[in-house]
Each structure stands twice: as C-alpha cells, then as structure tokens.
C-alpha cells in the first residue's frame, strides 16, 4: 500500500501562473484534507472533504479551491498564484482515530 | 485566540534526560488529544494519542488536564533519535476539524 501520495514534490511558480496539486490514497478513506505549513504557524487547514463530491473550507481557503470527484483523489488548485502562497502543502486522510499525511509538496512562488 | 498554543522551544537536552513539552487549548468542549512527530523536511506522524487518565508509551508519557486545557508530553531518557518537532493536536466537538500547534522543535545532543 502505498498510503498517501502526493504530486508534484517540488514546484516552482512565477506569480499569476496556474497549477493542481494532486493527493491519492489507497486507504478508503472518506475524509480528506489539504493544509499549509509555514514557519512559526504550524499546519493550517485550507479546505477538506468528508466524501466523494463534497468539499468544505478550512482556515486559510482564500486563492485555493479543492475538487473531490473520486474517493482516493483531492486536488487543491492554485489560479492565479503569489508569492505569499510559497509554502509547504500537506495533504491527508483520516482513519479512525489519526490523520495520515502524504510527502508534502514544496512550492515557490517568485 | 489560537486554538492550539504550544513553546516552539528549542529545547536542547543531553542523552539522557527528561524533557516535558506543555501545550493549551483553547475550546472546552474538545474531545480528542494527540502528540504528532514531524522530521525535518517530513510529514507529521502520530505519536500517541492523550486520554484523560494519562496514558505512557515506552519512554513517553502523556497526560491532559481538562480543568486547565492543557496537554503535556514528557520524554524520559532522551535518544538521539528523539531530536524532531513534536506537535499538539486538538480534534474538537465537531470531529471534523484537526487543530495543530506550531511545534516544539527538541534535539538531543550526545
């Protein structure tokens, strides 16, 4: 089982530019959920999904938007990015009790 | 308010020592604790679970006061391998929703 995936690992993005950040699980997992990591503000939730078709805002939502067309995907899209959504992505499932976090991606915005 | 507070240290500790970590939350009406692990340039993994009567991993010992809304993580005889950030988790009536702290980053010296 590979648990959760995430694709790209690493990106670099020129401000305005576009992009899909891809998360895949194998878990069967309802939930799912996609947060930014900075320094000194820890996780911060951006949007999650209890299920296929459904999705939902987090904390930080503004200039991100999330699509859950298929059980074992959730994509968080960036359309029009800045330099202030340079960060460290995480995304992750939640089984009975914990989250399961994939690799992370680390984005640039310049 | 944070929902989750947590000293971001450093703490600097030599094998062997005892360390503690203090973490506040700020919404009474929480219901599920944890401490999460994450390695340099990694994702965030669970490390234990805190339930209200205290409950011990190993070298590891975790309790919650539900009076004073906090949670503690007390590591004793401290390994190298211990050195990471450890991460205050909050999940609160909802049971939707993770509240991470910012992290305390230890390492262990030899």
């Known amino acids: 089982n590979a648990g959760v995936t995430q694709t790209p690992k690493f990106r670099v993005l020129k401000t305005g530019q576009s992009m899909t950040l891809l998360c895949a699980q194998d878990?069967?997992?309802?939930?799912m959920y996609w947060y930014r990591q900075d320094p000194g503000m820890g996780l911060r939730l951006i949007h999650y999904?209890?299920?296929?078709?459904?999705?939902a805002k987090g904390e930080v939502p503004d200039g991100y938007n999330v699509s859950r067309l298929k059980k074992q995907n959730f994509l968080l899209g960036l359309e029009s990015a800045a330099p202030s959504q340079t960060s460290v992505y995480f995304c992750?499932?939640?089984?009975?009790?914990?989250?399961?976090f994939g690799p992370g991606t680390r984005l640039t915005v310049t | 308010r944070k929902e989750v507070e947590q000293d971001p240290g450093p703490f600097n500790v030599p094998e062997g020592a005892t360390v503690a970590f203090n973490c506040t939350y700020s919404n009474s009406a929480s219901q599920s604790f944890f401490w999460y692990r994450q390695d340099c340039r990694k994702e965030p993994k669970l490390l234990m679970s805190?339930?209200?009567s205290g409950n011990e991993d190993g070298r590891f010992t975790a309790q919650l006061n539900r009076a004073s809304q906090y949670i503690s993580l007390l590591i004793r005889d401290s390994k190298l391998s211990d050195s990471a950030t450890y991460l205050c988790v909050v999940i609160t009536n909802t049971g939707n929703q993770f509240y991470f702290g910012t992290g305390t980053s230890l390492t262990v010296i030899p």
């Open positions: 992750a499932t939640q089984g009975a009790r914990e989250q399961y």
């Open positions: 878990m069967n997992h309802e939930y």
């Open positions: 805190v339930y209200s």
């Open positions: 999904s209890v299920g296929e078709g459904t999705t």
